[in-house]
């Protein structure tokens, strides 16, 4: 399985960004999906997932409200709508996919299978 993202700019504080992230290799309907993004020096954090049915995701509370995750099971592909961007959401932002349970949605060790990152940057 491969995971392509793409979708990272350079934006201003308050814009929109849409990230995607392409699968390949493997039907990836039956695997939650998420995104995740690190900064230098920092761990990677969650972001936001979604079930394999779409019907339950999951938000970091740092973005709920501002970013909204989709998937497209027929494409194999997964996106992250983000608004009122702000300079803190700067970041590198991976996706990932994986058999988390709902309960371990927001945890990297429920992803098996990782994309390589695209860079998302919010200028003030």
């Known amino acids: 399985v491969q995971l392509q993202a793409s979708g990272g700019g350079l934006v201003q504080a308050e814009d929109s960004l849409r990230l995607t992230c392409a699968a390949s290799?493997?039907?990836?309907?039956?695997?939650?999906m998420s995104w995740f993004r690190q900064t230098p020096g920092k761990e990677r954090e969650f972001v936001a997932a979604?079930?394999?049915?779409?019907?339950?995701?999951r938000y970091a509370d740092s973005i709920k409200g501002r970013f909204t995750i989709s998937r497209d099971n027929a494409k194999n592909m997964v996106s992250l709508q983000m608004h009122s961007l702000k300079p803190e959401d700067t970041a590198v932002y991976y996706c990932?996919?994986?058999?988390?349970?709902?309960?371990?949605?927001?945890?990297?060790?429920?992803?098996?299978?990782w994309g390589q990152g695209t860079l998302v940057t919010v200028s003030s």
């Open positions: 979604i079930k394999g049915t779409g019907g339950e995701t």
């Open positions: 290799g493997r039907n990836l309907r039956n695997y939650v």
């Open positions: 990932a996919a994986g058999t988390a349970i709902s309960s371990s949605m927001s945890r990297q060790q429920s992803y098996n299978y």
